[in-house]
């Protein structure tokens, strides 16, 4: 086995209490085996991944990795077997890159290692880019490339030493649909030629097709298995009898906290308890919206526009990013920015907020200064704050006195009422991603931007997001560049940026 967990307990240290990511985790994975992991934001496949990779040991139960127990392992030797038998990819891989090497001398760092001779080196770069499909990259700087050219070189860097376990932490979160699918091919090509075992942990279901097997953890535990064959997934029973049932399941046949177990020829049927005293269960509340089929808003009269653009035009040194762009961002709605990734997304929210000047053009607010709140696709927290804490912070910084139940009220909508006393620096990436999205809407502001706001949530954290957003639509202008369909069908105005080729910059938006 290249993966060997057994009842495999993880704690985070915290305040007021430790937090058990994992829980008696249980699961192996073989030599040259494709796994996809998929689960609810919280459920723990970060740690998963942290485990696996020999970031972290565990805290009780058995990990092995390489037929290597990770617990006896000290710091340099996990950090060994990480540099030798282990590639890691995130969303952010490209991220690390140094801006001043080219993409060759970038992935040629790599491979400084006694035992290689220059020519070593050499062949192990070009075919680590070769894999990856960008050759045509080698000579370029980062600065100069796409998101998804940046992600590829980051992945030749991850993988150039040949590793036998690829680790893929949401690798498509910020891609387009087919920026998305190529980096899957990718992955399962790498895999496919040099042998490796390859996890992906991500909430991308497209993921699946090259999986051996789905496997979701729910609840630090690995509660669901689905073979390449099988026509559903099954649920998974740990050695002690522990059986999760799916909340979906779980809401449909309306079982609270008790249910009980009824035995019917060869099957057992799971049903509600009669004397559970179940409450009637908690469904997220969907904010009104009407919107025609050509994303104009159905309402009679039109909200004066927030903040226009005219011909505007980017540059970043020579790379000409946006050209004649223009728009008019109007208060009470939704507005969708789409566009492959590369295409200037990111840019054209900066530029929105007034924090990034365009080479050319006008940014105008024909209503008059408002203020903005910015949701970036990383955000960063002050360090020892709970989620409670950073809220009333933000709503300080801005003058005005916390108020505990639009606070409180908040977080529930976004399904974290029972983390606000949680310090940040223990979320989960999608808890951490729903709090800065409540941090952005807390501020009240009359343009609200957001930059992937669902990137890194599971479609019912998504849902969540997307009702919050269409509510907050009511009361200002929410403009969101993303790649999620079910935002952008939510959308009352759906701007597509041209797409770039040959590096040619994205020119006016298109209305869809």
């Known amino acids: 086995m290249i993966i060997d967990l057994d009842d495999?307990?993880?704690?985070?240290?915290?305040?007021?209490?430790?937090?058990?990511?994992?829980r008696g985790l249980s699961?192996?994975?073989?030599?040259?085996?494709?796994?996809?992991?998929?689960?609810?934001?919280?459920?723990?496949?970060?740690?998963?991944?942290?485990?696996?990779?020999?970031?972290?040991?565990?805290?009780a139960g058995t990990a092995l990795l390489f037929d290597r127990e990770l617990s006896i392992l000290d710091h340099g030797a996990r950090n060994a077997l990480r540099r030798e038998s282990i590639g890691i990819i995130t969303q952010h891989s490209g991220d690390d890159l140094a801006a001043e090497l080219t993409c060759e001398q970038n992935v040629a760092l790599q491979?400084?290692?006694?035992?290689?001779?220059r020519g070593d080196r050499r062949d192990a770069t070009a075919e680590a880019l070769r894999a990856v499909g960008a050759t045509h990259l080698a000579h370029r700087r980062p600065s100069g490339l796409s998101h998804g050219e940046v992600q590829r070189v980051g992945i030749a860097v991850a993988v150039v030493h040949r590793p036998r376990l690829i680790v893929a932490d949401e690798p498509t979160g910020q891609l387009d649909v087919a920026n998305a699918d190529a980096m899957l091919d990718v992955l399962a090509a790498l895999a496919s030629e040099t042998g490796a075992t390859l996890v992906i942990a991500t909430h991308d279901e497209a993921a699946a097709r090259l999986a051996d097997?789905?496997?979701?953890?729910?609840?630090?535990?690995f509660s669901e298995e689905r073979r390449r064959d099988d026509a559903r997934p099954s649920a998974v029973v740990d050695e002690r009898g522990w059986l999760r049932i799916?909340?979906?399941?779980?809401?449909?046949?309306?079982?609270?906290?008790?249910?009980?177990?009824?035995?019917?020829?060869?099957?057992?049927?799971v049903a509600r308890a009669d004397d559970s005293g179940t409450a009637p269960v908690d469904r997220p509340t969907t904010g009104q919206h009407i919107a025609s089929p050509s994303g104009a808003s159905s309402t009679a009269g039109r909200e004066p526009a927030v903040r226009t653009l005219l011909d505007v035009t980017k540059s970043f040194g020579d790379v000409e990013v946006l050209k004649d762009v223009s728009l008019s961002i109007e208060a009470g709605q939704i507005s969708a920015i789409v566009g492959r990734s590369g295409s200037g997304k990111s840019t054209l929210l900066s530029i929105l907020s007034g924090y990034l000047p365009p080479t050319s053009g006008v940014v105008e607010s024909p209503a008059g200064a408002v203020d903005v709140s910015v949701c970036p696709a990383v955000p960063a927290f002050p360090d020892g704050l709970t989620a409670r804490e950073v809220l009333d912070l933000t709503v300080r910084i801005q003058r005005r006195e916390p108020n505990p139940i639009?606070?409180?009220?908040?977080?529930?909508r976004l399904g974290m009422q029972d983390l606000q006393d949680r310090v940040t620096a223990e979320l989960s990436g999608g808890e951490r991603q729903r709090l800065a999205i409540a941090r952005c809407l807390i501020v009240g502001a009359p343009l609200v931007l957001l930059d992937e706001p669902t990137a890194q949530l599971d479609r019912r954290n998504a849902q969540r997001v997307i009702d919050l957003l269409t509510d907050a639509a009511?009361?200002?202008?929410?403009?969101?560049?993303?790649?999620?369909?079910?935002?952008?069908?939510?959308?009352?105005?759906?701007?597509?940026?041209?797409?770039?080729r040959d590096r040619q910059p994205a020119t006016n938006l298109t209305a869809v």
């Not at 495999?8 to 994992?22: E, K, M, N, Q, S």
């Not at 996809?36 to 942290?50: D, E, L, R």
């Open 474 to 500: 009511g009361r200002a202008a929410v403009v969101c560049a993303t790649h999620d369909a079910e935002l952008i069908r939510q959308a009352d105005a759906v701007y597509s940026l041209d797409p770039i």
């Open 213 to 221: 097997r789905v496997i979701t953890i729910a609840d630090g535990r």
């Open 27 to 59: 699961i192996q994975v073989r030599q040259g085996e494709r796994v996809v992991i998929h689960g609810p934001s919280g459920a723990g496949k970060s740690t998963f991944v942290k485990l696996i990779t020999a970031a972290i040991s565990p805290n």
């Open 111 to 117: 491979t400084r290692r006694p035992e290689m001779s």
């Open 406 to 412: 639009e606070r409180d009220e908040l977080l529930k």
């Open 8 to 22: 495999v307990f993880v704690l985070y240290r915290g305040t007021p209490r430790d937090i058990a990511a994992l």
């Open 246 to 269: 799916p909340q979906q399941a779980r809401e449909s046949a309306r079982i609270g906290r008790r249910a009980m177990f009824i035995e019917v020829d060869d099957a057992l049927v």
